[in-house]
């Protein structure tokens, strides 16, 4: 039977799901769309709840299109919606990436998707990160974020290996391949890496570039590319 009535209790869970609370206290998150739903269940997520639009023809129970719209928190008109159980890992080597300060959440996204590209074993989340679960990192991620292990960390210990600070114009000029287990730590937005974080990093390293300064999402995808050349398999 299609769900008409906005007071149903799964489309009601998805709207308090849009608050990161909501979602730190039930452990549940929302993908949107079929692109999503589809990377979930090729890398083995089941949805606990799978809606979908009125004659779209997608799996999920159906819901009326206009109304799965109005829960959706991309604006996107989304036709597929999922809820899965959110999964935090340790941090893990031979190459994670972590990300301190990093605020904003197509960020987040964009650095799991890039950690996928590259190989990356995890990436590590630090005091005040936006969450890898909220609406647009997961939808920057690509699907990203049901392949990458994601670690939540207050501090640097324990994160794997030779941690390597990125800091525009400070230190070496990034050279790679990585060398033995490594953590790159990145920034956050505006603030960049605070002192007392990068003295507790083993290392510091800077992107040659010609500007003040580059994007945290694009220094990490330039480091991995960097630490990663000539290892991926088409080498
Ligand atoms: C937008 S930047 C922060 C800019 C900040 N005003 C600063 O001075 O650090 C965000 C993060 O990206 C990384 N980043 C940006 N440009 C970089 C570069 N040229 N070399 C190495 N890391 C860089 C750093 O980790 C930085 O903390």
């Known amino acids: 039977m299609t769900i008409t009535s906005s007071h149903n209790d799964k489309l009601k869970e998805i709207r308090k799901l849009a608050r990161r609370r909501t979602r730190e206290d039930a452990s549940r998150f929302v993908a949107e769309g079929e692109d999503l739903v589809a990377a979930a269940a090729s890398a083995g997520w089941s949805p606990l709840v799978l809606l979908a639009a009125a004659g779209s ?10 109304l799965l719209a109005s829960v959706s928190a991309l604006g996107s008109g989304t036709r597929q919606l999922a809820v899965y159980g959110s999964r935090w890992s340790a941090p893990a080597g031979p190459l994670c990436v972590a990300l301190w300060g990093v605020r904003d959440p197509g960020n987040v996204g964009a650095v799991l998707r890039c950690a996928l590209a590259f190989g990356a ?12 679960f909220g609406p647009k990192a997961v939808r920057a991620s690509m699907g990203a974020i049901f392949q990458v292990p994601v670690a939540r960390v207050s501090s640097l210990d324990g ?4 941690r390597l600070a990125l ?43 010609l500007s003040e300064s ?8 330039i480091a991995l590319y960097e630490l990663t050349r000539g290892v991926l398999a088409d080498a």
Do not use: K, M
Not at 181 to 186: A, M, N, P, R
């Open 121 to 132: 074993s995890s990436v590590a989340l630090g005091p005040g990160c936006a969450d890898p």
């Open 167 to 209: 800091v525009g114009g400070a230190g070496q000029a990034l050279s790679g391949p990585a060398d033995g287990e490594l953590t790159i730590v990145v920034g956050a937005e505006r603030e960049g890496l605070a002192e007392e974080v990068v003295a507790a990093c083993d290392r510091v390293a800077h992107i040659p570039i």
């Open 159 to 162: 994160l794997p290996g030779e």
């Open 57 to 66: 023809g997608l799996d999920g129970d159906e819901v009326e299109g206009s």
């Open 214 to 221: 580059l994007n945290a999402a694009t220094a990490a995808a």
